[in-house]
């Protein structure tokens, strides 16, 4: 399972020098969590501070916009560096023309659920899609508890998956609460990819955790 670190969780005066660092202590994506202050409550960064990194690293920039009608600012993020962009199925109703320009872009395309969305909605996209962000939280803030009862969506694409290889391909991803006391979980599910922020970030050396969630994966 490959462990993408939340940079939301990072010290920002030095955010350059912390993304160099949970690169070089394995992290295998680095994950950017952008928020407008209306989709959630929380207000982050937008594409000219993901610009101004992309240089930091040469791993997968998995761009999360938790923003309204992400589709006005599609191009911005595309020609930051943005390697892969998730958008919310709650904050959009041009799904159809988001997937198609990012597809045209030759970048990969997420949709995310909140917690309260029924994941059967995203049954219509699921074979143009290349993940599916399950959140494990409410977004807009990090440090908060797994929601264990959100493992019934991995399990539900992932059993989807298994039944048709040959249409479906996308790879399923989770955020929020990940630590090691739920790692194990977590992968029965039948998640590849998990978010992590503060479960890394607080710990002086990231290797240790970014290790931890690996090896339990």
């Given at each position: 399972m490959l462990v993408a670190p939340s940079i939301?969780?990072?010290?920002?005066?030095?955010?350059?020098?912390?993304?160099?660092?949970?690169?070089?202590?394995?992290?295998?994506?680095?994950?950017?969590?952008?928020?407008?202050?209306?989709?959630?409550?929380n207000l982050t960064f937008g594409a000219p501070i993901i610009k101004k990194v992309r240089s930091c690293t040469s791993k997968i920039f998995d761009v999360h916009l938790m923003i309204v009608?992400?589709?006005?600012?599609?191009?911005?993020?595309?020609?930051?560096?943005?390697?892969?962009?998730?958008?919310?199925?709650?904050?959009?109703?041009?799904?159809?023309?988001?997937?198609?320009?990012?597809?045209?872009?030759?970048?990969?395309?997420?949709?995310?659920?909140?917690?309260?969305?029924?994941?059967?909605?995203?049954?219509?996209?699921?074979?143009?899609?290349d993940l599916i962000l399950i959140m494990s939280v409410e977004p807009g803030w990090g440090g908060q508890s797994f929601m264990e009862s959100m493992l019934d969506k991995v399990s539900y694409l992932s059993s989807l998956r298994n039944k048709n290889p040959s249409k479906f391909h996308f790879q399923i991803q989770m955020d929020g609460g990940i630590k090691d006391s739920n790692i194990e979980?977590?992968?029965k599910a039948g998640c590849d990819v998990v978010v992590a922020g503060s479960y890394v970030f607080k710990c002086e050396d990231y290797s240790i955790p970014i290790g931890i969630l690996h090896e339990n994966s």
């Open positions: 939301l969780a990072a010290d920002f005066s030095k955010l350059g020098q912390e993304i160099r660092d949970v690169d070089q202590a394995g992290a295998d994506w680095i994950h950017l969590d952008v928020m407008d202050g209306q989709f959630v409550q009608n992400p589709e006005n600012l599609l191009d911005s993020f595309l020609d930051a560096g943005a390697d892969l962009i998730t958008v919310h199925y709650e904050a959009t109703s041009k799904l159809d023309d988001i997937i198609s320009r990012v597809k045209a872009a030759g970048k990969k395309i997420g949709i995310s659920l909140k917690p309260n969305s029924p994941v059967d909605v995203l049954d219509p996209y699921l074979d143009q899609i979980r977590v992968k």
